[in-house]
Structure formats: structure tokens, C-alpha cells
């Protein structure tokens, strides 16, 4: 009876270290891979929300910011289909003023 006592306290000392050193290679993955991560991701596994109030106010921050970079790529929109359409306004004249030329001087 000892002797099995024994065996099952080895075998479950064996299975402690067995899944302390898998934890602990856990932890090394998951610090390794925090410290090869950008700034800002590092950033945001460190500042986990710790409330639902906290993690919906970081949505909607979130969500503002996409908002106002999508109004400013929209004025930027704007801006180059007003540009493009000048370009080729001028493009369109410059051709047909070549035209005219070719024609004038076919006449004469």
C-alpha cells in the first residue's frame, strides 16, 4: 500500500511540474508575442475595459474616430473629383483648340 502511495504521489508530482512548465511556456508565448507587437496593440491588451460602461465608451470612441476619418476622406474626395474635373475641362479645351487650329489651317 506504501509503495503505490508513493507511485501516486511521484506521478502526481510529475504532472504538477508537467503542467507547470506548460503554463510557464504559456506565459513566455503570450509576453513574447505582447513584445513583439506594435505599440498600440500593446496598448490595448494592457487597458482591457474592466466594465461594461468602460468598454462601451471605448466603442463609441472608437467609433467616432472612424467617423471623423471618413469625413475627412470624403472632403478629400470631393477635393480631387473638383480637381479631376478642371484637368479635364482643360485637357477637353486644349484638345479642341488643337482641333480648331488644324482646321483653321486646313482652310486656308
Do not use: W
Request: net charge positive; hydrophobic share 30%; with cysteine.
Amino acid at each position: 500500500m506504501a509503495r503505490q502511495e508513493k507511485r501516486r504521489s511521484y506521478a502526481e508530482m510529475g504532472n504538477r511540474r508537467r503542467s507547470t512548465r506548460l503554463q510557464q511556456k504559456l506565459m513566455d508565448a503570450e509576453t513574447s508575442s505582447i513584445s513583439r507587437a506594435p505599440n498600440h496593440e500593446t496598448r490595448e491588451v494592457i487597458k482591457q475595459p474592466t466594465s461594461l460602461k468602460e468598454a462601451r465608451d471605448r466603442t463609441n470612441q472608437v467609433i467616432n474616430e472612424k467617423k471623423r476619418k471618413l469625413e475627412e476622406y470624403e472632403a478629400l474626395m470631393v477635393v480631387l473629383q473638383v480637381r479631376m474635373a478642371v484637368y479635364q475641362e482643360k485637357k477637353g479645351n486644349a484638345s479642341r483648340k488643337r482641333e480648331f487650329n488644324k482646321e483653321g489651317t486646313a482652310c486656308s
